[in-house]
């Protein structure tokens, strides 16, 4: 059997075996480069490239780590039917539904304002009481945090 090996961006390939094996996983960034351009031209999953170029099965999203480094658009991607969904599912709402949320919604924040105002003055009014039985019967009613129990 012919056991030559070639370097293909600091890999071993073996052709008797057909195996890639990466003695180790650091790549340059232009190796990295070359490889995001790979799958991004093909259609290929992010899985096949990593397998194809480490013989690893698993890449753990270090192909979109490189992509965000190094300055690649990693906005909605075609190749997940997810995202597709997502946006159609965002758009399906009228103008006239979204208005109509948002009034509820500054209802709603317009409500939780008035109860934090609320509880805000009962606050100061809980403690304002406390200091003043504390100065005319003269006696600590407040907890003292430093002692031992």
């Known amino acids: 059997m012919d056991k030559t090996s070639k ?57 979109l780590y490189w992509m965000r480094k190094l300055g690649y658009d990693v906005g909605i991607s075609v190749k997940s039917p997810n995202f597709a969904y997502m946006a159609k599912k965002k758009a399906a709402q009228t103008p006239a539904e979204q208005s109509f949320e948002t009034l509820q919604l500054k209802k709603r924040i317009a409500e939780l304002e008035e109860e934090l105002k609320d509880a805000q003055m009962k606050a100061i009014a809980f403690s304002t009481m406390v200091d003043i039985a504390e100065k005319e019967f003269k006696i600590p009613i407040r907890k003292k945090f430093n002692t031992k129990p």
């Open 7 to 63: 370097v293909i961006l600091g890999l071993t390939q073996e052709k008797d075996r057909g195996l890639i094996k990466c003695p180790n996983r650091y790549f340059t960034d232009l190796e990295k480069h070359q490889i995001i351009r790979e799958y991004l031209e093909m259609k290929a999953t992010k899985q096949e490239i990593w397998e194809k170029y480490t013989g690893q099965k698993e890449e753990h999203g270090q192909l």
